[in-house]
């Protein structure tokens, strides 16, 4: 798997490429500008003049070699400077004199309109330190207003490349290429909305560096491991091998919330589903998907017989805050049963006993994230991973927290929180009624087959947005629904069955 950096980390991958490689930092700088104008005159092959705006440090020496080798190949070149050229020292002192030699001249001043097809930000990149001071900012805000496309170099100048916050204002990037290592904060949060298109050039760094310095993995589906697996069917294999999942949820008005979750994860593989609910839903539920049982959660005999015959419980989808769906998730949870709160359910987890209660899984969204904090969701944005840690921490739970860029944490052996890693995949036409619920019932199937609570909650992380990316293909993000997700994530295991 490929993994994620902080500033800190990637400055260590530079050193480690200076002084272990022999590779000069000129040399490394120099590579970085050519592999970012190869990036734009790929993504803008007409542009015939450019804007590159260059700041005081290292992520400015990229930025007068990109103009400095645009203007070698005949292409008209501005370039603008935040404070004195003059102050560069090291490696981009020596890539100022590099752009002058070529031809390129820094502007006296910065001009109501950029001259350049393209806008190239070469500002501040892993640079930043809390809010930009107001030179920086005039700047960000110029580029905002220039209305060319933009290309980054590293990171968009305002985002902090360890959480992914973005100040205000910040560079908002057609496209933004990262050097050596892949910049953290443009995998998750804010920093993912303003980065554009992706890009990663790794200048000729190789893996005996990046063995040397412990990232973020980056979770893509078809590259996890086999441990986030579920095992081949033997031949002789019956239903009850594949475990019973009980999904609790679908008060008054909400039954279509345990239906999408106990069609997922029989459609993940659950041997058997199990829908707790209020009797009002069992014929739509047995219309729509006749192969699950459903009881009647006002039937105290039937509902603990359901729980004692489950393999693992999804509690949340349509459970409501309201005493009824309180006293479900008490109860489940007292059960000792594996289980994955969602929804509603994480709302009433607070004020319930760990005592008796099985393994458990947490899927929130920010918001959901925020009230078990005693928090705000912006403070849940500001820091993401920090945010993930401390749920495992204060939940003693495997974590997923929802959203661009959704980050898996978990215990490790001694009960430290530790980032699983940053799942790829996802697009904003996630942002839509029932996704929650539809994750919720792929984790609880692969927790019903056996993985251990933390590769269910990667591999279902990873799969259920796979699968989104997939069917966004055809529908379209504005026409997403989650029930759309079943038939490519159907193709998707599939597959793997064939190979």
């Not at 279509?256 to 041997?271: D, Q, S, V, W």
């Not at 760990?354 to 918001?367: M, Q």
Request: charged letters at 20%.
């Amino acid at each position: 798997m490929e993994s994620l950096y902080n500033a800190a980390q990637c400055r260590a991958l530079d050193r480690l490429a200076i002084d272990q490689q022999a590779t000069p930092g000129f040399t490394l700088m120099t590579r970085a500008g050519q592999a970012a104008l190869d990036c734009l005159l790929e993504r803008w092959p007409d542009a015939r003049a450019l804007t590159v705006c260059c700041g005081k440090g290292n992520n400015a020496g990229d930025g007068y070699v990109v103009a400095a080798l645009a203007r070698r190949l005949g292409l008209a070149v501005e370039l603008l400077q935040v404070g004195d050229p003059a102050a560069l020292e090291g490696d981009a002192a020596l890539a100022r004199d590099m752009a002058q030699a070529s031809g390129v001249a820094v502007a006296g001043a910065w001009p109501d309109a950029p001259a350049g097809d393209v806008v190239v930000d070469a500002l501040l990149g892993t640079g930043l330190r809390g809010p930009l001071r107001p030179p920086y900012a005039a700047a960000v805000n110029w580029i905002n207003g220039s209305g060319r496309p933009v290309l980054a170099l590293d990171l968009p100048t305002g985002v902090d490349a360890d959480t992914g916050s973005v100040t205000d204002p910040v560079v908002r990037a057609a496209v933004t290429i990262s050097f050596i290592g892949r910049k953290l904060g443009l995998y998750t949060g804010p920093g993912r909305s303003v980065a554009g298109a992706r890009r990663f050039a790794g200048l000729g760094v190789g893996a005996p560096v990046y063995r040397q310095v412990d990232g973020c993995p980056l979770l893509e589906y078809p590259e996890l491991p086999a441990a986030y697996r579920v095992p081949a069917r033997d031949p002789g294999a019956y239903k009850q091998s594949f475990g019973h999942v009980l999904v609790v949820g679908g008060d008054h008005s909400m039954g279509g919330a345990p239906l999408m979750a106990a069609e997922a994860a029989l459609r993940t593989g659950a041997g058997l589903v199990t829908v707790v609910t209020r009797a009002g839903h069992r014929p739509a539920i047995l219309a729509r998907r006749p192969e699950t049982m459903v009881v009647d959660a006002d039937d105290p005999a039937a509902r603990r017989a359901a729980l004692d015959r489950a393999t693992c419980l999804v509690v949340g989808p349509g459970l409501g805050r309201g005493p009824w769906g309180c006293a479900l998730l008490e109860e489940a949870l007292a059960s000792g049963k594996p289980a994955l709160v969602d929804a509603d359910g994480l709302y009433g987890l607070r004020d319930l006993s760990r005592a008796g209660r099985g393994p458990l899984i947490v899927t929130p969204h920010p918001g959901e994230a925020a009230a078990l904090l005693g928090g705000t969701s912006a403070a849940v944005q500001a820091d993401r991973l920090h945010a993930a840690r401390t749920l495992v921490s204060e939940l003693d739970a495997v974590v997923v927290l929802k959203g661009a860029g959704t980050v898996v944490a978990a215990p490790d052996g001694g009960g430290a929180p530790r980032v699983l890693g940053i799942c790829a995949h996802g697009n904003p036409g996630m942002a839509s009624a029932g996704m929650g619920d539809v994750l919720s019932g792929v984790i609880g199937g692969l927790l019903a087959q056996g993985l251990a609570p933390a590769a269910a909650a990667v591999a279902g992380t990873c799969l259920h947005s796979l699968a989104a990316d997939q069917a966004v293909q055809r529908v379209g993000e504005r026409s997403l629904l989650a029930t759309d997700l079943l038939e490519p994530m159907i193709a998707i295991l599939a597959g793997e069955t064939r190979h």
